[in-house]
């Protein structure tokens, strides 16, 4: 059984930063991915000349560190993109930010008369202290009014969620629309060049010029030029760390192999990695883990031989579509296709024992092209396709589901040589540059380098979501 310092589970962002913060520690590491190739939820899909994302990704960061991390890696493969992005919703194309003239006019005369209307009621009765604010729904509709609410929120949270809006916390809504009230976005419409503007608001950024996961094929070939030890199809399936020294045991060509290490950096889903102990755990953690779930994905891949809109992503609020945001990546890569051709990502959002995640692949197509064909309404020549499920995609933000997490990171936090890193691994709604910067602190902690907290980045839950401004 061949012995290691570190090894790291899951080669997508968290871990491929965290091997690379190793790479000139002396370290013995060794990173396992079970999938055939590295990036993970970032990665980018291959079949041909045709290239997707599981779903469009944009880097941004307020982190200089990881930002400069991303340039170097990337040098002249990134390519700047200038961001559109729009929804799309009763038939009609909102901006994407939603800017307020837009979304009281784009509905017609009488909706921009109840919008405004259900704006003041809102207001008033705020004035008059009598809303009710226990959770995200109540928190948008106070800060909007109901009708914008059941517009431009309620559909699209809905879908991604597949939970009511009144189950997501007000606090959540709080970290992510910070800031930005009707009367703040009417202000950002008069005086757009304002300094005031919320950062938060950029339309530019860098792409890798051969989609997101080119950056993390760049991570892989670097790191492993510097002796870390990369095994893909590669998936960890039990730990013991009864002893001092901690085994894992992973499948490799239909094997089990052993390897054993002094320290586990671990980005794979955080209630996969508690269930390796399930015989010790306390009934407290199962009971707690029992009560939080991730939100599967469906990346459904299709290329067509006609340009059906230039925006980076759409996104779908339409509640008669199950569809929820649609992209063409050659709007953020002209190298992502050959002319002529658009590989397009229609994304899905489904818990585990739903229909459409069980349903056969040729079917999922099927039913991805006819509610392309019923959004677009032109004829097009569908020139390939597949689908990537993507399970475990998304922690689900139910409300309570910080106080159940904190009972499994109480239990984590007696297992010194085991670090939870990344977005699943931390059941943390993180971006890359989040993963990437828990990777990169979980390491310093590790060689002694400070003292840095994971758990920190990302807390006030920055960025994510822009959902209406100027
Ligand atoms: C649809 C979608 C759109 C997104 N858009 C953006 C965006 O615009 N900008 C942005 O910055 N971020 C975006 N993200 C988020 C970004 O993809 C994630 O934050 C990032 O990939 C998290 O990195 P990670 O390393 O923590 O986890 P992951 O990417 O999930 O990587 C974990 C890795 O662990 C592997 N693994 C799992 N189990 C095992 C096992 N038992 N053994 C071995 N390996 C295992 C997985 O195969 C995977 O490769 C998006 C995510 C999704 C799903």
Redesign the pocket.
Known sequence: MTSYDVII????????TAAYELMSSGKKTLL????SQ??????TKVFGEHRY?????????KNKEVYDLFLKILGDDAVEVKRKTRILFKNSYFDYPLTPLNALFGLGIFESIAIVFSYFVARLKGYLKISKITNFEEWVIDKFGAKLFNNFFKNYTEKVWGIDCKDIGKDWAAQRIKGLSLSTAIKFALFPNSKKRPKTLVDMFYYPKLG?GMLWEKFEEEIKSKNINVVKN????NIDDADEVITLE?LSDGDIKKVSCAHVLF???LL?FINFYKDELPNEVIDAASKLEYRN?I?VHITIDKKLFDDNWIYIHSPELKMA?IADFTNFSKDMSIEGNYPLTL?YFCFEDDEIWNSDKNDIIDFAISELKQIFKEEFQVVHTDITK?P???PVIRTGYEENLNILREWLSKKKNLTA??????FKY??????MA??LYAVRNLLGKGNFDPWEVNVDGEYHEEIITA
Do not use: C, W
């Open positions: 589970i899951g080669a997508g962002p968290a871990g491929l396992l991915e079970k999938k590295v990036g993970g939820l970032a990665e994302d599981i779903g469009p990704h944009r880097f941004f960061t997101a590669a998936e960890v399936i992973y980005s794979n889903p996969d994905h990346s945001r994304e993507n475990k995609a998304y890193i990344g977005r699943s691994g931390m993180n971006n890359q540059d989040h993963a828990t990777g």
